[in-house]
């Protein structure tokens, strides 16, 4: 009897200690948080009510209970993200997007191994991305778009995360190269690099990410040939390379290398070469930014047969168009935007 009744003692002191923990951090975090008050979206925050119930807060079904998501997007939270976040061990989603959160990101977020889902997009956070953020082995989505971010992308995450599929890091002043580490991420769907200081050439082992259906590095320093190797990526619905120091071609059969393809975009960079006809076969095709570059030749005369075009630009090029060989819009004209594709500066 003394057995059981130790062990019913034990099982009830670790629930409270589980729940308690939770709680302690939940309003650590509250502690360094401004929301508007008693009207704000942690106002349901206090001892009135249990944690479970607090906004924003789901827990899980087993004891002892845990927090299992905390999810305030577009909250009107502002202030420091408090590191005692880092003590909810059983967290699998982690939403704080579109808030005026500052600071760093606090590197106790490594200690969340169960942590699916991490969004931080829409924020002020600045300094580096923690290295230890790849310690999050169950990660699938990792956003932090709109932020101040700014170093080296850790070579780690490329390593260790192979649960990845969404990895978005656009719109920060991260610098350096794209880690060739990525190229491990072979779940990875989403890839969004774009509008940071990244330099150096592209490693070419990204072309071997078979899941990839959008690679986006658009508005960076990247420079030398865009390797071959991402011309094999038939899944890609979008491919955003525009503003960069890019070279090389288009090749003469694209046409059927990215059969899904929807957005295309290599615009302001230094590409040459024609322009293939082949291009203009992607049904699936709504936007083609080629304008800037140093493309020759005439402009495929079987452009107009793309029914789903809305964006074409080819600005700014040395095409031609002004025989039997140039454009003749074949079939329907797309729409308004071809009037700029014979444009020339």
Not at 24 to 34: P, Q, T, V
Not at 139 to 154: A, D, S, V, Y
Not at 170 to 176: L, M, V
Request: net charge positive; with cysteine; glycine share 10%.
């Amino acid at each position: 009897m003394r057995l059981v009744l130790l062990v019913v003692l034990t099982i009830g002191g670790a629930a409270i200690a589980g729940g308690s923990s939770d709680e302690a951090a939940l309003l650590a975090f509250k502690a360094g948080i401004s929301d508007g008050g008693m009207s704000g979206a942690l106002a349901s925050w206090n001892s009135s009510t249990g944690f479970c119930r607090w906004e924003g807060v789901s827990c899980g079904n087993r004891k002892p209970t845990r927090v299992v998501a905390l999810s305030l997007p577009s909250s009107n939270l502002a202030g420091e993200f408090s590191p005692a976040i880092g003590n909810l061990t059983f967290l699998q989603r982690l939403n704080l997007s579109s808030n005026d959160l500052h600071g760093e990101i606090p590197p106790s977020l490594g200690r969340l191994q169960r942590l699916q889902i991490l969004d931080l997009g829409g924020n002020s956070f600045s300094g580096a991305i923690p290295a230890n953020l790849s310690s999050c082995i169950s990660l699938t989505n990792l956003l932090l778009t709109f932020n101040q971010l700014g170093g080296r992308i850790p070579m780690e995450l490329g390593n260790k995360l192979t649960h990845l599929q969404k990895l978005h890091l656009g719109n920060n002043s991260f610098t350096g190269e794209i880690p060739a580490s990525i190229a491990n991420l072979s779940s990875l769907q989403y890839l969004h690099m774009d509008d940071n200081q990244l330099e150096d050439q592209i490693p070419a082992g990204l072309g071997n990410m078979a899941a990839l259906r959008q690679l986006s590095f658009q508005d960076n320093r990247l420079s030398g040939i865009l390797p071959a190797s991402l011309w094999n990526l038939s899944t890609l619905t979008v491919l955003a390379a525009n503003s960069n120091k890019l070279q090389g071609s288009i090749p003469a059969k694209i046409g059927d290398k990215l059969p899904d393809i929807q957005f295309f975009g290599l615009a302001e960079n230094m590409f040459t070469g024609v322009i293939p006809s082949s291009l203009f076969n992607l049904s699936s095709l709504t936007t083609l930014l080629l304008y800037s570059n140093r493309f020759t030749g005439f402009v495929p005369p079987t452009v107009g047969r793309l029914q789903s075009l809305v964006r074409l630009y080819l600005t700014s090029n040395r095409l031609q168009a002004n025989d039997r060989k140039a454009a003749r819009l074949d079939r329907k004209p797309v729409n308004d935007t071809t009037k700029a594709i014979f444009g020339r500066q």
